[in-house]
């Protein structure tokens, strides 16, 4: 059976427990003020973030409090990762 999900120090997270944790910043590290922000459209319109953090085994994410997830890009991702 094949899982989607994220694994760290030898725990296994599902998508949707990656997105609580990382929404609730639990797996994001030393989250602070980015030198540049980026602006981006979505559902909700326009926004600025203009936080970043780390995820540990990953690399830098952008970190907006007030938003549902912060998501890695699949580009991104596909960078690391096999990607299926």
Same mark, same amino acid.
């Given at each position: ?19 609580? =944790? ?5 797996? #994001? ?8 922000? #980026?602006?981006? =459209? ?43």
């Amino acid at each position: 059976m094949t899982r989607l999900g994220y694994q760290t120090a030898g725990s296994f997270y599902t998508v949707n427990q990656m997105w609580r =944790y990382l929404q609730k910043k639990k797996m #994001l590290k030393n989250v602070h003020e980015a030198k540049k922000s #980026l602006s981006l =459209y979505c559902n909700a319109g326009m926004m600025t973030v203009n936080k970043t953090g780390d995820l540990p085994g990953y690399g830098t994410l952008w970190y907006y409090e007030d938003g549902i997830a912060n998501i890695p890009s699949l580009n991104n991702v596909k960078k690391k990762y096999r990607v299926t």
